[in-house]
């Protein structure tokens, strides 16, 4: 039931926002859309029910938040800087990164987060062993919980809080 | 199966009635004649086409060939251009699984990524048809931006994973086939009622005509809160039928492509 309202409630806020109208006619199509769709594909979104949380979505907006403004505004610093100094000092590698949650979405999430921000790529992800090998321009190491302080600590502990 | 004998033969007769009002409603207007009289329009085109004196010609005889790639020649271009750009994200969507014979399920990212993308895709190709009528846009649009959805799906999970979500070709064929009949019906019903009331009336007629019809489609209705819902009569009646029509035939061709090429189970 949780399932059905959240999932539905969100593509209905898609289709609203797409739209670009707010009348009582588009809310009542874009509440039918959201629940039928809710019904067909909401077990494919959302696996365990239980984790719908208040504090898991404030957990995502507070992340999604410091991503946007703080997270983003060093690392494209760090990469501008490279490239408008004398010596830009880098060090590319594909370096091998573990990660250690287990929700696909939170995979996903700490994969997104990593290839978005300037410097570094995720190139594959090895999901028998739980690693992504990353493509670094500054890499510090190569392998192992160094690699992974540099690469992903912070937002593998926001993923964890919000999706795990 | 009774009842689906039913069915098929009441299909054949609803079908058999429609070809015989066509044809009576052709012949009444005069549309299959060879004097072309009552259609200005085409009239200016067949003899200007293939006139070498006309500033409007194409100096051939072929007048559809010549309206497609001269007089509208740039409507068609941009029309090849988006089937075009539609081939390469097919053919990009379908190199992303990697090498040939790699039947290997893909990684964790375009499953969730699907996932997502899936109820996004449906929502945008729904506003998109429900809007045909006031913004750029319509039924055929709307469909075709719906088949993205379950070709991701049938990309990234296989074609039992569509299947498990209703997406059968039983299904899609029945859907498809309702939505084109109702088109039809849609089309006629002004015509149909003109014949039985004595009232002059076209075929695919949606407003009313001053002076040549006076009866047609409304083209609002005032809801019960005060508010006005407007839709023009046929065009969002059709473009939510042309919607499920093109919708569920991408879909059903996606499937069947899928099950003839043996997919990647």
Known sequence: MKRLLVVGLSIALVYLVYTGTLSVVEVLIAVGIGLALSRVIGVDLVKDESKLSVRRFFEAVKYALKYFTVIEYLAHYSVVKAILSRDPGLKPAIVEVPYYVNSEIAVVTIANSITNTPGTVVVDVDEKRKKFYVHWIFAEAFEGEEARRGVSAEFEEWAKKIFD | ?265
Do not use: C
Request: charged letters at 10%; a positive charge.
């Open chain 2, 1 to 265: 199966m009774r009842s689906r004998g039913a069915l098929e033969e009441l299909g054949l007769v609803l079908s058999i009635l429609l070809g015989v009002l066509l044809t009576y409603y052709l012949v009444r207007a005069d549309v299959v004649s060879l004097t072309y009289g009552n259609i200005p329009l085409a009239n200016l085109y067949l003899r200007a086409v293939p006139d070498p004196s006309s500033p409007f010609t194409s100096r051939s005889p072929e007048v559809v060939t010549s309206v497609i790639w001269d007089q509208r020649g740039y409507d068609t271009y941009f029309e090849t251009s988006v089937l075009f750009i539609a081939i390469i994200g097919v053919l990009y969507l379908a190199g992303l699984g990697g090498g040939q014979g790699n039947s290997s399920v893909s990684t964790v990212i375009p499953r969730v990524i699907a996932k997502i993308l899936f109820p996004v895709i449906v929502a945008v190709s729904v506003s998109v048809a429900l809007h045909g009528h006031l913004t750029p846009g319509g039924g055929f649009q709307g469909g075709s931006i719906f088949a993205v959805a379950p070709f991701l799906y049938l990309l990234v999970f296989g074609r039992r994973m569509l299947e498990g979500k209703g997406f059968r070709a039983n299904a899609l064929v029945f859907a498809r086939s309702l939505a084109v009949f109702l088109i039809t019906v849609v089309g006629s019903i002004v015509l149909v009622v003109g014949l039985l009331t004595g009232v002059p009336a076209f075929l695919f007629q949606n407003q009313p005509k001053p002076q040549l019809s006076p009866i047609g489609y409304p083209a609002y209705v005032v809801l019960p809160w005060g508010g006005i819902f407007l839709f023009s009569g046929t065009l969002m009646i059709l473009n939510v039928l042309e919607f499920t029509a093109v919708s569920t035939g991408f879909t059903l061709a996606l499937v069947i492509i899928d099950t003839v090429t043996g997919g990647r189970e």
